[in-house]
């Protein structure tokens, strides 16, 4: 079974630039996540799909930040513009359970904006 | 406060000892608790999982949940200089299901 896929690896921008980081969650898997890992911290849900609809976008700051997943597969999380606070690793998840108790991750995508 | 807190380490062992990792919550609504294991440049990857309290074993690792007193453990026997990793607990509550993570804890085991 092939795990979660991101693209790309890293990321370099300049601050007020956009961003697009891509990913495919597991065959099958309905409900998908991204979250934020700044070094030394535990990743932090920004939103949750379940299907093609958003169950929870509550921490997503939304002035800058828009994802979305046409087809309830594939994922699409946006920067624009990027700020310096933005650098981190933006990770995607996904999971079969209801409870969201087995979510399986993706590499990550490790932005760094300059 | 943090709803799920985690000493970050670094935690540095020999090989063969037994580590203990460890972390408390807040949030009484949590039901399911969660292990991952992050390599430096990697996903987390989910290790296991326990439902309310109690343990669960999984060959060298053992999961312990004590509700009562809030407080989450991971046992990892006869340790590896593979097992040096970052690992990571992490908890939801019914209806919840994004997880709510620690800060992670470092775990260096010496060859």
């Known amino acids: 079974e092939a795990g979660v896929a991101q693209s790309p690896r890293y990321k370099i921008i300049e601050k007020r630039q956009s961003v697009a980081f891509w990913c495919n969650p597991i065959?099958?898997?309905?409900?998908l996540y991204w979250y934020q890992q700044i070094l030394g911290q535990g990743p932090k849900l920004l939103i949750q799909f379940q299907n093609n609809g958003v169950v929870d976008d509550s921490q997503l700051p939304k002035d800058r930040f828009s994802a979305e997943r046409l087809k309830g597969v594939d994922s699409t999380l946006k920067i624009q513009p990027a700020k310096l606070e933005d650098s981190a690793v933006y990770l995607c998840a996904s999971s079969f359970t209801r409870d969201g108790y087995e979510q399986y991750f993706g590499p990550g995508t490790r932005l760094t904006v300059t | 406060q943090k709803e799920v807190e985690q000493d970050p380490g670094p935690l540095s062992v020999p090989e063969g000892a037994i580590v203990s990792l460890n972390c408390t919550y807040s949030?009484?609504?949590?039901?399911?608790f969660m292990w991952y294991r992050q390599y430096s440049r990697k996903g987390p990857e989910l290790l296991m999982y326990t439902y309310s309290s109690g343990n669960k074993e999984d060959g060298r690792f053992t999961a312990q949940v004590d509700k009562s007193s809030k407080y989450i453990s991971l046992f990892i026997r006869d340790s590896q200089p593979s097992d040096s990793a970052t690992y990571l607990c992490a908890s939801n509550a019914p209806g919840r299901r994004a997880l709510t993570f620690g800060s992670g804890t470092r775990l260096q085991v010496q060859p």
């Open positions: 949030n009484s609504a949590f039901q399911y």
């Open positions: 065959s099958g898997h309905a409900t």
